[in-house]
């Protein structure tokens, strides 16, 4: 009897310990795709992510000792792979947040997560209306929308030709990915070509978008000023080939900065010289955050892809979207305790009073990777900062300074936007009680 109770006691310690032990486990999914067309992209994004994560493990032990776990789930950028990933990982213990890496899948998961009590973090993505924050409690499109990186590349075309009246009768292109993704910046173009009289030609590209002749075949015959493109992964390279191929200007064609990428350009070369594309990031090795992926993770054989990619535009925002979700954590447990393994409320509490100052980014090791961000209640996005960069033929260069998108023009267009979206889905702004809650 007295042996039964002794292991019975040992037993029990033992669930005791590896309860306290996943307890004490903050755990973040990662929705990715490694494979498909869409990989030579998402592949630098999700190994960003997995080696923040790792650094943040090895060089501070977690935060405040709450170890960083995470598990990867391949969504090949589909919506319903998206979901059931979702879906599987949603129960975890200690879950955090989902980071979905698509439009779609956004569009998807925005109706579940309000049941589910779990933010989403579509970093320059997703549902440009969800920047209100007071009637999306739970998206945040921090850093940027399609509206606001739209609405930036117009500022900049619009810089370059002499003013807004400069831009009345000159001819626009859109060629876009005929997805969520690619509609979303139509509205605030749409806008923009009723107020400065410019004609605005939409031309979608079917997916992937390994077949664009006869998209550029209307490029040759429209003859556009200017051309934007919102594409992703094959659909990039496909389109500067097929730019060069039909005699189009690569230095009148501007990208979203999803097509603003070392994998976008690389194989086009020269052929790609001059084309220009959003940036919300730098890239590059130098950075202190950098530094510290390469001694605490690839230096001791834990890198997730080669170490020559550390630093890429794509591994870089990978980066950042961790350290928000590590840095709405750590301001959770500053409310909610700190040590403690935070719910996603908590979490989604800590998203919507980021207070990351230019101090603070340095602090992290952010310094001059992108502009401080700056969260609230009626404000999920934080910062609508950009820049244009352009490709010399074997890099990146910035080509103008930090632009802000005009919240005059789409403040009025996110509020009709969100009305609109809680009507059809029968539901109510939030109390403006809850904003302290």
Known sequence: MKLRSILLAALLGTAAAGAFAQAKEQFFPLLSYRTGPYAPNGTPWANGKQDYLKMINARDGG????????EECETGYATDRGVECYERLKSHAGVTLFDPQATGITFALTEKVPT?????ITLGYGLSVSQDGNAFKWNFPIMGSYWTGADIIMQHIAKKEG???????????????DSPFGKEPIPLLQERATM???????????????EQKAAWLQVRQMRPDY???????VMNSTALKEAQATGYPRDKM?????????????????GAKGYNALALNTSGQQPKVMQDILKYVHDKGQGTGPKDEVGSVLYTRGVIIQMLGVEAVRRAQERFGKGKVMTGEQVRWGLENLALDQ?????LGFAGVLRPISTSCSDHMGSTWARIHT?????WNFSSDWYQADEQIIKPMVKTGAEKYLADKKMQRRDPADCQS
């Not at 589910?116 to 989403?120: G, H, N, Q, Y």
């Not at 003013?163 to 990915?177: E, N, Q, R, T």
């Not at 490709?391 to 890099?395: Q, T």
Request: without cysteine; positive net charge; proline residues 5%.
């Open 163 to 177: 003013g807004w009246d400069k831009l009345k009768g000159k001819k626009i292109a859109l060629v876009y990915h």
């Open 391 to 395: 490709w010399d033929g074997s890099k």
């Open 196 to 210: 400065h009289g410019f004609k605005l030609d939409l031309i979608p590209v079917t997916a992937p978008g390994v």
């Open 359 to 363: 101090k603070r980014l340095d602090q």
């Open 227 to 233: 051309v934007l493109l919102w594409g992703w992964g």
């Open 116 to 120: 589910d009590k779990i933010p989403l």
């Open 63 to 70: 935060i405040n000792g709450v170890k960083l776990t995470f």
């Open 254 to 270: 501007y990208g979203v900065w999803w097509a603003g990428a070392e994998p976008d350009v690389k194989d086009v070369g020269d």
